[in-house]
């Protein structure tokens, strides 16, 4: 494979080897090592679109966390395409190059992700075909106008040069904005990340998530209490400013329900006053903010399922906190509040693992059945707040596992995949604190949570709890 640079920053041409002799040719159409070398990650699909002459498709591009690399080439027919660098930390960002495709000349173009794609074709039938590295997502389609004057590419020309009287385009092609008007921000370098409360469950997790998607270590600050004390303005305010974030996961938080009864003013410090310095740093060095909230801002009385704009009850000092702690992160218009339930992960304590130490001592167990929600696993959690970290969708999002069970059903499955033979009585809160002789902070009945305005935002929904229960549990032999 030959690899030819072009005028765009890690854009190249591609003329892989070609072996003919009178009967033909045979020629090597992708190689993973070279690939690779290229920066593409994986082949996801490949596909292929038929065109008539003088047809102009784009400028196309897919937005994050499903942006894609492409390599394009003409399989019959001729084209030329037309890629546009709208990486806006790139040295080549509003630059264009326009090459010459054919079913003859055996080029191929590896567009890298972050850039505008198009083409026309110069012959009927003209077959294109396009190998790319991410899934395909109608939702997060979305493209830069063809003609648009600031771009100079010179259409004229090519429609001239190939005795093309007038394009013909889609509606939808008619109707991009201009690069200026772009909404969409690409960038060629990584970008950097700050995690609270690493030490947590979510925070652990969301890291490992981070290092997953090839983020370099030295682009993540992962740190807990001991290394920065975020109710203290000054001490985050340097950590942040020195580190300079472009994200800012936000997962420290006082979490202790019950203890939160008795230690309103600590609590307030820490998830009111914590979140204020956290926002007030994000701002400064202009950073998303992403900030974990719950279901406790709800009172759990209604039917049904809460969406994401209905109106708080919060009936619990923790659930107050965290809700006052939303208030704060919307004074920074780059925000996404996620609230959570039921959440499990291998760092930290949580109901699986207190269920499994309980079954070693005990062949039946009392657990309320009158509170409903959504048990969700710190993995697939992190792995949907990376994506929407990608994103420039702001706003209040619901984010649990898929199907809902009560705290009884839960356990119960806990013991049958682990094959623990514990019998699980069911009962009231009420009971349940009767027979204990305990007092709780009040817990939402029903914790339903809707997660429509993911799908809207072209986000996929997690998997089932009980798929991420399985999958935990097999973390947790692996562990031992």
């Known amino acids: 494979m030959k690899k030819i640079e072009t005028e765009l920053k890690d854009c190249y041409i591609i003329e892989p080897d070609r072996f003919g002799d009178a009967r033909g040719y045979f020629s090597p159409y992708f190689i993973d090592k070279n690939l690779e070398e290229l920066g ?37 027919g001729s084209a030329i395409d037309v890629v546009v660098d709208i990486r806006v930390d790139s040295p080549t960002y509003g630059k264009h190059i326009a090459v010459k495709l054919t079913d003859e000349n055996n080029r191929q173009l590896f567009v890298p992700r972050g850039f505008a794609h198009g083409f026309i074709s110069l012959e009927d039938d003209t077959v294109f ?31 001239k040069e190939n005795g093309i009287d007038e394009p013909i385009l889609s509606d939808k ?24 409360g690493y030490k947590g469950q979510l925070g652990y997790d969301i890291k490992r998530e981070l290092l997953a998607n090839g983020i370099c270590e030295e682009n993540i600050l992962a740190i807990d209490k001991e290394e920065m004390d975020i109710t203290n303005l000054e001490e985050v305010m340097k950590v942040v400013t020195e580190f300079k974030p472009d994200v800012i996961f936000h997962c420290a938080a006082w979490t202790a329900v019950d203890k939160a009864e008795e230690m309103e003013d600590v609590v307030n410090q820490v998830n009111v006053i914590g979140t204020r310095n956290m926002v007030e740093a994000s701002k400064v060095v202009d950073a998303k903010i992403i900030y974990l909230s719950t279901d406790y801002v709800f009172d759990g009385t209604k039917e049904g399922m809460y969406i994401p704009e209905d109106e708080v009850h919060p009936m ?47 062949s039946e167990l009392n657990v309320v059945d009158d509170q409903i929600g959504s048990p969700t696993y710190t993995v697939d959690l992190a792995h949907l707040l990376v994506n929407l970290a990608q994103t420039d969708s702001f706003g209040t999002y619901h984010v649990t596992n898929e199907e809902y069970c009560s705290w009884a059903d839960f356990a119960e499955y ?64 692996l562990r031992k």
Not at 47 to 70: D, E, T, Y
Not at 147 to 159: A, E, H, V
Not at 181 to 195: A, P, S, W
Not at 342 to 348: K, L, S
Request: aromatic content about 10%; hydrophobic content about 35%; charged content about 30%.
């Open 173 to 196: 092609d008619l109707v991009h904005p201009t690069l200026k008007d772009n909404k969409v921000i690409f960038k060629r370098g990584q970008e950097r990340f700050l995690v609270t």
């Open 316 to 362: 619990s000092v923790y659930g107050k906190t965290k809700y006052l702690g939303e208030e704060e992160v919307r004074k920074n218009p780059k925000h996404f509040i996620a609230r959570i339930s039921w959440v499990f992960g291998i760092n930290g304590n949580n109901f699986i693992k207190t269920m499994l130490k309980l079954a070693e001592t005990h």
């Open 414 to 477: 806990i013991f049958k995949i682990n094959h623990k033979d514990v019998k699980v009585n069911h009962v009231s809160t009420e009971k349940y604190l009767e027979i204990t002789n305990t007092k709780q902070a009040y817990r939402p009945r029903n914790s339903k949570m809707d997660k429509v305005k993911l799908e809207e935002i072209g986000l996929e929904r997690l998997p089932s709890w009980q798929d991420a229960t399985k999958r935990f549990c097999q973390e947790l032999d």
């Open 129 to 159: 075909q396009y190998l790319i590295d991410n899934d395909y997502a109608p939702k997060l389609e979305a493209g830069i106008l063809w003609n648009d004057p600031d771009l100079n590419i010179d259409w004229d020309k090519m429609l």
């Open 40 to 76: 593409f990650q994986k082949v996801v699909q490949a596909n292929r679109s038929k065109s008539a002459k003088g047809v102009i498709r784009g400028l196309h591009f897919q937005k994050n966390p499903k942006c894609q690399a492409k390599i394009v080439e003409v399989i019959k």
